[in-house]
């Protein structure tokens, strides 16, 4: 008879773990950016858009800092500079505040597609040390009666498709056109913005604003 034949097999080897990588902790859970970290400014008096355009903005030449691009249009190609950048956005600052009258405190809001004027306008309303509450254009107008309500908006940039929907909210609308380029739009359809813009004003006060 012949004897059984026992076979003994070894169980599979385990599948190592791998490590966690360098920028993970699996003790906390937090990713980390595996790019350098930012040295934040120190200065807890220094606002937002003085640090931004104190800055050098390029990783190549410094010496083409004014001539790099801040912002560009994507649907036109149209590039604002750094240096064109500041001298806008102290130019239209000085325009609302001339204009309208805006001063620190005031809250704004903007009810714009994505365009060149958004970050203009941002910029232009923090700088004069204004509260910034967006809407999104395609909001309802209940939606944006709340947010106007609650936020006690007195000033609305809005875009002509949305003039409607903050003509009966008891604002300010300032009707902003989609072209950038303000010599080929009709003055009369945006009186307001276009002298805000184009009025030549050079200057305004610069409010005490802390980070």
């Known amino acids: 008879m012949a004897a059984a034949t026992h076979l ?10 791998p490590s966690p ?3 993970f902790s699996p003790l906390t859970g937090i990713y980390t950016s595996k790019h350098p970290s930012l040295h934040l400014p120190t200065d807890p008096n220094l606002d937002a858009v003085s640090a931004l355009f104190s800055h050098i903005h390029t990783i190549h ?9 801040a912002f560009v249009d994507s649907s036109t190609g149209f590039t604002i500079a750094y240096a064109e950048l500041q001298i806008t956005v102290r130019s239209i600052a000085a325009g609302i505040h001339h204009d309208l009258g805006l001063r620190q405190g005031d809250v704004v809001t903007l009810v714009l597609p994505n365009s ?23 909001s309802t107008l209940g ?12 000033v609305a940039f809005t875009s ?11 604002v300010t609308v300032i009707r902003v056109p989609e072209s950038f380029d303000l010599d080929s739009i009709r003055i009369e359809n945006y009186p307001k913005f276009y002298s805000i813009v184009k009025g030549g004003f050079e200057s305004a006060p610069r409010p005490f604003v802390k980070q």
Do not use: M, R
């Open 8 to 17: 003994h097999t070894s169980p599979n080897p385990k599948t190592p773990t």
């Open 21 to 23: 990588p360098l920028w």
């Open 61 to 69: 030449d410094p010496a083409s800092s004014a001539s790099a691009a």
């Open 116 to 138: 060149l004027y958004f970050p203009l306008l941002f910029l232009s309303l923090i700088s004069l040390g204004a509260v910034v509450t967006t809407i999104n254009p395609s």
């Open 143 to 154: 939606e944006i009666k709340k947010q106007v309500s609650e936020c006690n908006v007195s």
């Open 160 to 170: 002509p498709e949305s003039v409607e929907k903050l003509a009966s909210l008891g």
